[in-house]
T-cell receptor, first 116, second 112 residues
Framework: DAGVIQSPRHEVTEMGQEVTLRCKPI?????LFWYRQTMMRGLELLIY????????DSGMPEDRFSAKMPNASFSTLKIQPSEPRDSAVYFC??????????????FGPGTRLTVT | KNQVEQSPQSLIILEGKNCTLQ??????????LRWYKQDTGRGPVSLTI?????NTKSNGRYTATLDADTKQSSLHITASQLSDSASYIC???????????FGKGTTLSVSS
């Protein structure tokens, strides 16, 4: 298994531009999570999906952020318009079931976003 | 407020030595506690998951302990290796939901 795949690995964009981050979860996993990691705040859960349905988006910082999961093998996180404070590493993770159980979450390699 | 505090923030040890990382949490109710290892430039990788009924779990040279009464956990690394240099993150899950509370991590540097 290739693990969780994220693209791009690095993204540099100018303030105001739209940014789209992509994630392919591990085949057979039905829960998908988006996280943001910064030095100041550590890892933060943004949103998670169960069976392609968004369950909890309370971590999404503001309306500029949106996430979709059109099918079981693909999800996107979009920032429009981007701002310098969005600069962070964004991780996608997947698991067999949501994290309320003891099931493992498997993380992707992350996308390092820099907004200038 | 649900919080996870880790100490120390950073640690430098010599190869071959043992070390212990600490995690204190205030999350309630409690479901499980996880320790992750994150190498520089990579995603976190799970080391252990413990429920409230477990008080110790090992994964090779890594041993995690949990005291649900005092809300404390520790991660003990035995005979450290250069490859143990990483950030170690404690994550606590609340009950009946997927709320994961992350600590900010301990950065461990193992030198030769």
């Amino acid at each position: 298994d290739a693990g969780v795949i994220q693209s791009p690995r690095h993204e540099v964009t100018e303030m105001g531009q739209e940014v789209t981050l992509r994630c392919k979860p591990i085949s057979g996993h039905n829960s998908l999570f988006w996280y943001r990691q910064t030095m100041m705040r550590g890892l933060e859960l943004l949103i998670y999906f169960n069976n392609n349905v968004p369950i909890d988006d309370s971590g999404m910082p503001e309306d500029r952020f949106s996430a979709k999961m059109p099918n079981a093998s693909f999800s996107t996180l979009k920032i429009q318009p981007s701002e310098p404070r969005d600069s962070a590493v964004y991780f996608c993770a997947s698991s067999l079931v949501a994290a309320a159980s003891s099931y493992e979450q498997y993380f992707g390699p992350g996308t390092r976003l820099t907004v200038t | 407020k649900n919080q996870v505090e880790q100490s120390p923030q950073s640690l430098i040890i010599l190869e071959g030595k043992n070390c212990t990382l600490q995690c204190n949490y205030t999350v309630s109710p409690f479901s499980n506690l996880r320790w992750y290892k994150q190498d520089t430039g990579r995603g976190p990788v799970s080391l252990t998951i413990m429920t409230f009924s477990e008080n110790t779990k090992s994964n090779g040279r890594y041993t995690a302990t949990l005291d649900a009464d005092t809300k404390q956990s520790s991660l003990h690394i035995t005979a450290s290796q250069l490859s143990d240099s990483a950030s170690y993150i404690c994550v606590v899950s609340g009950q009946a939901g997927t709320a994961l509370i992350f600590g900010k991590g301990t950065t461990l540097s193992v030198s030769s």
